[in-house]
């Protein structure tokens, strides 16, 4: 299973992703946002090419119908999906992880900070795919990729 991770897309009414991330977006079974859409439209394009799941983000609004949080199975493995900037933690990452103390999960996918990030904590791999629109401190432009099968994951941030 061919999974996108998207984060941090912050999409003004008119705009849309880079021609690169579109282009990979094409060979996906599923596409996780982890929130800050900021345009819901974003989601009925991405729906076009794969399923979608994604959760509100800090500069989602109030009136956004989306979960805080979600957890997906995706090939025998649960995926926690959430922003990541609320909660218990000191960073964005250690917000992430306890977030899911209370769940089964395999991996956490979650986003906030625009800054890549990929680490292995207790047998869970904790991801954050950058932004694809607003790098912010980042060199790069980042979204990510994984591959999900056999109960194994298989991760990698593409920057531009």
């Known amino acids: 299973m061919q999974i ?6 912050h999409l ?35 729906a076009c090419l794969a399923p979608v799941r994604a959760v509100r983000g800090n500069c989602d ?10 957890i997906i199975e995706c090939e025998m493995l649960n995926v926690g999906l959430i922003h990541g900037y609320a909660g218990k933690g000191k960073n964005t990452p250690e917000r992430a992880y306890s977030a899911f103390l209370d769940s089964k999960v395999d991996i956490i996918v979650f986003g906030h900070s625009h800054s890549p990030y990929m680490e292995w904590r207790n047998g869970i791999l904790l991801f954050n795919p950058g932004s694809p629109t607003d790098k912010r401190r980042e060199p790069h432009f980042s979204f990510g990729l994984m591959e999900i099968g ?3 994951v298989q991760a990698k941030h593409l920057y531009f």
């Not at 880079?18 to 599923?30: A, I, M, R, Y």
């Not at 609004?61 to 979600?70: A, C, H, I, K």
């Open 4 to 9: 996108a991770v998207l984060s941090d897309t």
């Open 61 to 70: 609004g109030w009136n956004v119908s989306l979960p805080d949080r979600d």
């Open 12 to 46: 003004r009414e008119g705009k849309s992703l880079p021609s690169f991330v579109w282009e990979h977006l094409t060979q996906v079974d599923l596409i996780l946002h982890a929130g800050d859409l900021t345009h819901m439209g974003l989601l009925e394009e991405l």
């Open 150 to 152: 056999k109960g194994q």
